[in-house]
Every structure is written in structure tokens, then in C-alpha cells.
């Protein structure tokens, strides 16, 4: 199954975003191939202000386990997370369904 992740940073949270970065990075890492799709959502200034991703799990229970040890929700960064069930059909304009 594939889900659409929109989480967002809470107020003046680019700080701390920026020093959990690291350890955000090494997981999605370890996600690999999970990944379709993934990057920071920016604010009007160019800042990050939340994040955007497209990612594959087995089903809602396994994407709910990582996002419960995602260092940005465990650290407090992400303020709200919103999951939608997705259906991709295009990456990098080829079709893969």
C-alpha cells in the first residue's frame, strides 16, 4: 500500500528540525525502495516548514509503526501529520501500474 504523508513543523521548530535532520535522514535511509517520494515542504521565504512523502508499507499498521519512531514525532518537530491512502501510477513520468 502506498500513503501520502503531509506533516507539518510546529511554531519556530526550524532549529531543532535542522538538529534532528541527521537522525530523519538515516531513517528514511533504512526505508529504501519504501521511498517513492520524499522532501521538505517550504514556507513563502524558501524555509522548511513541514515535510512531504510518498512511501510504501505493507499496510496502515506498519506506516504507523514508523512514523511512531520517526525522530521528527518523536522529538516533537511534526505539530500534525496527515495520512491519505495513494495510488501511484507515475514516477519520474513512467508509468509502474
Do not use: T
Request: with cysteine; hydrophobic share 40%; proline share 3%.
Amino acid at each position: 500500500m502506498q500513503f501520502m504523508i503531509k506533516a507539518y513543523d510546529g511554531k519556530d521548530m526550524l532549529e531543532k528540525r535542522m538538529a534532528v535532520r541527521p537522525r530523519h535522514l538515516e531513517g528514511m535511509k533504512k526505508l529504501g525502495r519504501q521511498i517513492i517520494c520524499a522532501g521538505g515542504l517550504l514556507d513563502d521565504e524558501g524555509q522548511m516548514k513541514g515535510s512531504a512523502l510518498i512511501l510504501e508499507f505493507p499496510d496502515r499498521a506498519a506506516l504507523d509503526e514508523y512514523l511512531a519512531n520517526e525522530p521528527y514525532v518523536v522529538e516533537g518537530v511534526w505539530e500534525k501529520v496527515e495520512v491519505e491512502n495513494m495510488n501511484v501510477v507515475l514516477v519520474n513520468g513512467e508509468r509502474i501500474k
